[in-house]
């Protein structure tokens, strides 16, 4: 993984999760404005999944559980669109709340993958 692109994933993260709290807790539907910040986060995951598999080929592998790794990653890449859709069915404040609590902890499970990646020793 590349240091740089995994803080400005958590930072994107953490900044469309406290948005759609912030305006769930408002009492505002999921909107264009929360359901585009999850589409950024889950844009971001797909170009990390690319990143996993060509970074190993390029001389930077893992130094923990390659299938911890990817159990993280694909994981954390089904929840934008698992709240996206509970959200897109349910459309009350609290479903902004729910899109809000999954891109906190895609941002948890991305800090997660960078350990894994980087520190952990199998």
């Keep these: 993984m590349i240091l740089w692109f995994t803080i400005a994933q958590v930072v994107i993260a953490v900044a469309a999760g406290l948005l759609a709290l912030v305006l769930g807790l408002a009492g505002r539907r999921p909107s264009d404005l929360t359901v585009g910040s999850l589409a950024l986060v889950e ?18 592998p893992p130094t923990g559980s390659i299938l911890e790794f990817w159990v993280y990653l694909v994981s954390a890449a089904l ?33 997660r993958m960078q350990v894994i990646w980087t520190i952990q020793v199998a």
């Design 43 to 60: 844009v971001l995951l797909v170009v990390q999944i690319v990143v996993a598999i060509v970074a190993p080929l390029a001389g930077n």
């Design 79 to 111: 929840l934008p669109p698992a709240a996206v859709v509970w959200a897109l069915l349910e459309r009350s404040r609290w479903s902004t709340v729910v899109m809000g609590v999954g891109a906190l902890a895609v941002a948890v499970m991305v800090w």
